[in-house]
């Protein structure tokens, strides 16, 4: 069994050793490779890929993302051990040097993001504090669809995923606080847009 990633830095190269075979590299090995029982780094993994510019901007992607978010974080909740994903979110794929690309944009800020963080104010990370996030990036998730057709407002969720992602494989409570603080942002980004209208 593959150690728990611990930082950011980890999670980029547990994706970069996977098997050269893989070409285009399905979601499946992806996943395999992080840890299905690893909710922190698919979270993080969801976030970084909305943030990312070469795959991130490709209409539909942050709706398929915002079903990740749900289905991982609706069995957070419910206490699975074990991550489930349907087959067609398993079998989508990205070509190998794509995901090369993004892997290499990401490095060096994965470096400095990793010494940013760690564990403090941990219960936030535990028990209660875990289900907050969950209900979080379950919104989250159900506001993405609608995140597509604002400018730039996906990349606010984005960071969120990714902060919450990074706050539960590093422990860090501070930063699922900012975390939480984003999603409030994203949410009343969607309610002023709908107002607006």
């Known amino acids: 069994m593959s150690s728990e990633i611990r930082s950011l830095k980890q999670l980029l190269d547990r994706i970069r050793d996977i098997d050269a075979d893989h070409d285009p590299v399905p979601m499946r090995a992806i996943l395999e490779s992080i840890g299905r029982r690893s909710f922190g780094p698919i979270m993080l993994l969801t976030g970084l890929i909305i943030l990312a510019p070469l795959v991130g901007d490709i209409p539909g992607v942050p709706t398929l993302m915002g079903i990740i978010i749900l289905l991982t ?3 957070l909740l419910i206490g699975r051990d074990l991550i489930w994903m ?17 892997l ?8 400095f993001v990793d010494k940013l963080f760690h564990a403090r104010l941990e219960k936030i990370t535990r028990r209660e504090g875990v ?13 993405l669809p609608l995140l597509e057709f604002i400018p730039f407002s996906a ?7 990714t902060m919450f992602g990074l706050a539960l494989i590093a422990r860090d409570g501070y930063l699922a606080l900012f975390a939480l ?5 994203a949410i009343w980004i969607v309610i002023a847009t709908i107002l607006g209208n």
């Open 131 to 143: 289900f907050v996030i969950g209900i979080a990036c379950v919104i989250i998730a159900l506001i």
């Open 104 to 111: 290499d944009r990401l490095e060096k800020p994965a470096r």
């Open 86 to 102: 349907p087959g067609f979110i398993l079998n989508r794929s990205v070509t190998r040097e794509r995901l090369n690309r993004v």
């Open 155 to 161: 990349n606010l969720a984005g960071i969120a995923l």
């Open 73 to 75: 974080a609706s069995q």
């Open 181 to 185: 603080a984003s999603t409030a942002g």
